[in-house]
């Protein structure tokens, strides 16, 4: 069974900052694309940040040299630090674990299905 547990998430002041983690199990996490995206009441699930087994990064727009994704293997655990957050980041924060892998930079999301979710934490950014 598939298990994607977040934690970290909170209520922080605008400014401030957040790490958010994603331990993972049952599935193996070495070879599979990780993902973080988030998403408001009434609104799409929106991607924040892609993550390949190698550690190679895809940003949203409005992650870029805010946010940074990373990943330990070893511990089957994503990471999402966020820094000068915004009262725009405020959203329910789930990680995805995808069945495909991919490689090299994009610039644009990539094309990854993402097979099992979390069931989110809640980041607030009061202004």
């Known amino acids: 069974q598939v298990q994607l547990v977040e934690s970290g998430g909170g209520l922080v002041q605008a400014g401030g900052s957040l790490k958010l983690s994603c331990t993972a199990s049952g599935i193996q996490f070495n070879i599979n694309a990780m993902a973080w995206y988030r998403q408001v009441p009434g609104k799409e699930r929106e991607l924040v940040a892609t993550?390949?087994?190698?550690?190679?990064?895809y940003y949203a727009d409005s992650a870029k040299g805010r946010f940074t994704i990373s990943r330990d293997n070893a511990k089957n655990t994503l990471y999402l630090q966020m820094n000068n957050l915004k009262p725009e980041d405020t959203a329910m924060y789930f990680c995805?674990?995808?069945?495909?892998?991919?490689?090299?930079?994009?610039?644009?999301?990539?094309?990854?299905?993402?097979?099992?979710w979390g069931q989110g934490t809640q980041v607030t950014v009061s202004s």
């Open positions: 993550i390949s087994s190698r550690s190679s990064a």
């Open positions: 995805a674990a995808s069945t495909a892998d991919y490689s090299g930079t994009y610039y644009s999301p990539p094309p990854l299905p993402y097979a099992y």
